[in-house]
């Protein structure tokens, strides 16, 4: 792989609620034609996954990883992490991938859009926008660098410590 590849990186434990299909879509429409897509999952929605792209242009690009033991290690890995959710739960994956250095996109549906910026924001799992955005990221190494290092700062907000910390300040202000 060249220093001008970047990845792409998508993991849920259901890939159907947390928007597959619109990732396959997003990352098949991107123009930037140095990417590694990553998808991990479980034995059985990579399997059914695998049947659904073979058919696509972009299916060279992706890497499938089943039961992957070591997924954390695949956030570090990652330039940009995408989950078009349909659900409205906290999507964990997405602090998961700021820690790690990651640009990330996320639907609006989701609790996780609390913690992103606007511009990381679906409005739908389908938005037309994110590809664009995306590309535009791509192309931009500078603004990619500066997100990722903005994520990171954000998501050192949520740890277990600096939680521990505001719990403390609030109890004694009682």
């Not at 639907?107 to 996780?112: E, G, I, K, P, T």
Request: hydrophobic fraction near 45%.
């Amino acid at each position: 792989m060249n220093s001008e590849n970047k990845i792409i990186f998508f993991t849920a434990k259901n890939f159907k609620t947390s928007g597959i299909k619109e990732f396959i879509d997003i990352i098949s429409n991107i123009n930037y034609k140095n990417i590694q897509v990553i998808i991990a999952g479980d034995n059985k929605q990579i399997t059914a996954l695998k049947f659904q792209v073979s058919k696509l242009a972009i299916k060279d690009k992706i890497l499938f990883l089943e039961d992957y033991k070591q997924l954390d290690k695949l956030y570090y890995l990652a330039d940009i992490f995408i989950l078009p959710t349909h659900s409205s739960a906290f999507a964990t994956n997405i602090l998961k991938a700021m820690f790690a250095k990651c640009a990330v996109f996320i639907s609006s549906y989701s609790s996780a859009r609390e913690v992103v910026d606007v511009f990381s924001t679906m409005n739908t799992p389908s938005d037309g926008s994110t590809v664009f955005k995306v590309d535009a990221l791509l192309g931009r190494k500078e603004d990619l660098k500066l997100i990722k290092k903005q994520n990171k700062q954000a998501a050192e907000e949520f740890t277990l410590d600096k939680s521990l910390e505001k719990m403390h300040t609030l109890i004694q202000s009682v």
